[in-house]
Antibody
Framework: EVQLVESGGGLVKPGGSLRLSCAAS????????MSWVRQAPGRGLEWVGR????????DYAAPVKGRFTISRDDSRNTVYLQMNSLEAEDAAVYYC???????????WGQGTLVTVSS | QSALTQPASVSGSPGQSITISCTGTSSDIGSYNFVSWYQQHPGKAPKLMIYEVSNRPSGVPDRFSGSKSANTASLTISGLQTEDEADYYC??????????FGGGTKVTVL
C-alpha cells in the first residue's frame, strides 16, 4: 500500500518562502511520478506541478512557474516543494500525490496547510 | 489549459442512478482517453475512483462507472448510497501536458 506523509506547512508572510516535504513508502520511488495538488479553503483542486520518475523532469502550472520548485531525493523516498515569493492566493492545503499512471492521481497524502498572511 | 466544466451539484435518492458530466475541449477530453475521477469527503483527501475513462482501481465498487463521448466525460453512480455523498472532481490529460481538474460537483443523497 502506498503511503504519503507531508510535512512543512505553516504560517508564512507574503513574499516569504516555505519548503514542503513528502515521505513516500510502498512504491518504487525512483520510478514514480509524483505530483503536488493544492486546494484553497472551500475551493476545488488545482494541479501545482509534478516530478517525473526516472530522472525527475519537472512540469509546473502557470500560476506557480518560476516561484515553486519540485525536487526529489530518491535515496530518502522523498519529494519536496520549495515555494518562494508566496502570495495570499497560494494559501491552501497542499497534497502530495503518487501518480498510478502518467495521467491519473492514484494515492494522496493527508495534506499540509499553508497559510499566507501578514 | 482551462479548467474542465462540471455541474455544481447533482442529487438523487438512495438506490437511484446519477450521472456527473465533465466537459472539456478537443485538446483534452476529445483527444485522449485519459480522464480520471476523484471522490472527496469533507475534510478528507481525494480518492481515485476511475482512471483512463472507465477503469476502476482495486477496491472501488462496481456501481461507479465512467464513459466518454466527444469532449464530454461522465461518471455514473448506480444504486446511490448515503456514503456516496461527497464532492467529485474530474481530470484530464491535455495537449499542453499540464494537469487540469474540473471545478467539482457536490453530490447530495436525498
Amino acid at each position: 500500500e502506498v503511503q504519503l506523509v507531508e510535512s512543512g506547512g505553516g504560517l508564512v508572510k507574503p513574499g516569504g518562502s516555505l519548503r514542503l516535504s513528502c515521505a513516500a513508502s510502498g512504491l518504487a520511488f525512483s520510478h514514480a511520478w509524483m505530483s503536488w495538488v493544492r486546494q484553497a479553503p472551500g475551493r476545488g483542486l488545482e494541479w501545482v506541478g509534478r516530478s517525473r520518475g526516472g530522472g525527475g523532469t519537472t512540469d509546473y502550472a502557470a500560476p506557480v512557474k518560476g516561484r515553486f520548485t519540485i525536487s526529489r531525493d530518491d535515496s530518502r523516498n522523498t519529494v519536496y516543494l520549495q515555494m518562494n515569493s508566496l502570495e495570499a492566493e497560494d494559501a491552501a492545503v497542499y497534497y502530495c500525490v503518487w501518480m498510478n499512471t502518467v495521467t491519473s492521481y492514484g494515492s494522496w497524502g493527508q495534506g499540509t496547510l499553508v497559510t499566507v498572511s501578514s | 489549459q482551462s479548467a474542465l466544466t462540471q455541474p455544481a451539484s447533482v442529487s438523487g435518492s438512495p438506490g437511484q442512478s446519477i450521472t456527473i458530466s465533465c466537459t472539456g475541449t478537443s485538446s483534452d477530453i476529445g483527444s485522449y482517453n485519459f480522464v480520471s475521477w476523484y471522490q472527496q469527503h469533507p475534510g478528507k483527501a481525494p480518492k481515485l475512483m476511475i482512471y483512463e475513462v472507465s477503469n476502476r482501481p482495486s477496491g472501488v465498487p462496481d456501481r461507479f462507472s465512467g464513459s466518454k463521448s466527444a469532449n464530454t466525460a461522465s461518471l455514473t453512480i448506480s444504486g446511490l448510497q448515503t456514503e456516496d455523498e461527497a464532492d467529485y472532481y474530474c481530470s484530464s490529460y491535455g495537449s499542453s501536458s499540464t494537469g487540469v481538474f474540473g471545478g467539482g460537483t457536490k453530490v447530495t443523497v436525498l
